[in-house]
């Protein structure tokens, strides 16, 4: 997805289409693992259905959310890929619905360790962390090759639709 062509109105279809292409193996593997830890809870609570949903609109405001950032940046030639932002929404929304679930984070300081943090712990760092770089990185994505702003925009929409679905059903904790 080129921010150019959005902008002009023309090959609008990318904002979801780019969710389907990675740039490598490891791209797609990461995104992958992320997906497996975190998707299949917040499936189990939004239901089936509502999850697909869920998943192509947190996709799409991430494609927005880069689209404005690349705007802002003065670099609308910079494209992305990826589905790393709908699955940002998926992190959001198990922040959310989630929190003391306990996640197994690899530490490499000083040793080797895995340790099991609270998710509102490790996701409210990994959103700070986007955040951080997302600005210092600003319009500099085609360098960094990473879409910072379309993570911070998935997991804004996630957490939103966290909250809303919060209130709707009872969530188990895990």
């Known amino acids: 997805m080129v921010p150019y062509y959005v902008l002009r109105g023309e090959r609008l279809h990318t904002l979801l289409t780019s969710m389907f292409l990675h740039a490598n193996l490891w791209h797609l593997g990461s995104n992958m693992l992320f997906l497996y830890i975190f998707g299949d809870n917040v499936e189990d609570a939004f239901g089936h259905g509502r999850y697909l949903a869920f998943y192509f609109l ?25 589905a790393s932002g709908a699955i940002a929404g998926v992190l959001g929304a198990y922040f959310i619905l989630y929190p003391r679930a306990r996640v197994l984070t690899l530490v490499l300081i ?3 360790y ?14 700070v962390y986007q955040l951080l ?10 360098v960094t090759g990473i879409a910072y702003w379309a ?7 996630g957490t939103f639709f966290g909250l809303v679905w919060r209130g709707r059903r009872r969530v188990r904790t895990l």
């Open 58 to 82: 947190s996709g799409i405001a991430a494609s927005v959310a880069f689209v404005w950032a690349q705007l802002f940046s003065g670099d609308v030639w910079s494209g992305a890929v990826g």
């Open 151 to 157: 993570h911070i925009g998935g997991f804004v929409v």
């Open 133 to 142: 770089y997302g600005m210092l990185a600003f319009g500099v994505e085609a």
């Open 110 to 112: 000083p040793w080797i």
């Open 114 to 127: 895995i340790v099991p943090l609270p998710a509102v712990l490790f996701l409210g760092f990994w959103f």
